[in-house]
C-alpha cells in the first residue's frame, strides 16, 4: 500500500442510505476521519474486529487517493491519482449512543482494521465513474450497490469542501460514503469489492 497520510470520510451522502439510519439528509458536506492504524488492505487476508461492542457494520463506498497539493481551482480529476473501493467498518451500536450524547463518532469509527481499501488501480475520471458502479458481495450474494452519481455531495464538492476546512494533499484519502444496504456481519463473512462488476479486493471477517 501507498503512505496514506489522512484518511477522511464522507457520512450521509446517500439520500437512501441517510433515510435507513433515519437521518435527515445534510445540507452541507458532514466529514469526519479516521486515525491511520484503522487501515486494512482488502489483499484476501482475515481481519480481525471487535466482537465485544455490539454490531459491525459494513459500509461500501468509493475512494480516491489525493496525488498532489489542492490548490484552488483544481478539479478532481488534476487531483486524484488512484481510488479503490473500500468499508467504512461501523461499530453501529456504539454508534447510536454517541449520537445520543452528541459525540464525537472515533469509538464507533476509528477502531483498528475500520478502514478496508482494496488495492489502489488509476483513477479514471469523473465522468467515467458515472457510468461504473461499485458492490460488495457478502458471502456470494450482493449486499449493496452504488453509482456516484447518486452522490447528494459530488466528488468536486467534497474535495474542496475537505481542502478548505482541513487542507488536502498528497497521500490523503477520502471514503466518499456509503449507498443503502448497510448491515451487520458475523464472524467468517466472505466480503468482495466490485469496481465495474470485477472483483478488486476480498477478506474475510473476523470478530473477536
Ligand atoms: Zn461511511
Not at 497520510?5 to 442510505?17: E, K, M, T
Not at 483544481?74 to 467498518?89: S, Y
Not at 466528488?155 to 487542507?167: E, M, N, Y
Request: hydrophobic content about 40%; charged content about 20%; some cysteine.
Amino acid at each position: 500500500m501507498n503512505f496514506i497520510r489522512n484518511i477522511y470520510c464522507v457520512g450521509r451522502n446517500y439520500a437512501l442510505h441517510a433515510k435507513e439510519l433515519n437521518n435527515e439528509v445534510p445540507a452541507s458536506p458532514f466529514l469526519f476521519s479516521k486515525p491511520t492504524h484503522a487501515l486494512a488492505e482488502a489483499n484476501g487476508s482475515r481481519i480481525a474486529l471487535p466482537g465485544d461492542r455490539g454490531a459491525v457494520h459494513f459500509e461500501t463506498e468509493l475512494i480516491v487517493r489525493i496525488g498532489k497539493p489542492y490548490e484552488q481551482g483544481m478539479t478532481v480529476d488534476e487531483l486524484a491519482d488512484a481510488m479503490a473501493i473500500g468499508i467504512d467498518f461501523t461499530l453501529r451500536d456504539v454508534q447510536d449512543e454517541l449520537k445520543k450524547k452528541g459525540y464525537p463518532w472515533l469509538l464507533a469509527k476509528g477502531f483498528p482494521n475500520s478502514a478496508v481499501v482494496s488495492p489502489f488501480f488509476a483513477f479514471p475520471g469523473v465522468e467515467r465513474c458515472k457510468s461504473i458502479n461499485f458492490a460488495l458481495i457478502k458471502n456470494g450474494e450482493e449486499a449493496q450497490q452504488g453509482n456516484i452519481t447518486q452522490m447528494i455531495f459530488d466528488l468536486q464538492t467534497i474535495v474542496d469542501f475537505s481542502a478548505r476546512h482541513f487542507g488536502l494533499g498528497e497521500g490523503d484519502i477520502i471514503f466518499t460514503g456509503t449507498p443503502a444496504g448497510v448491515g451487520p456481519v458475523a464472524d467468517g463473512d466472505h466480503l468482495a469489492l466490485l469496481w465495474d462488476g470485477n472483483q478488486v479486493g476480498e477478506c474475510t471477517v473476523s470478530l473477536n
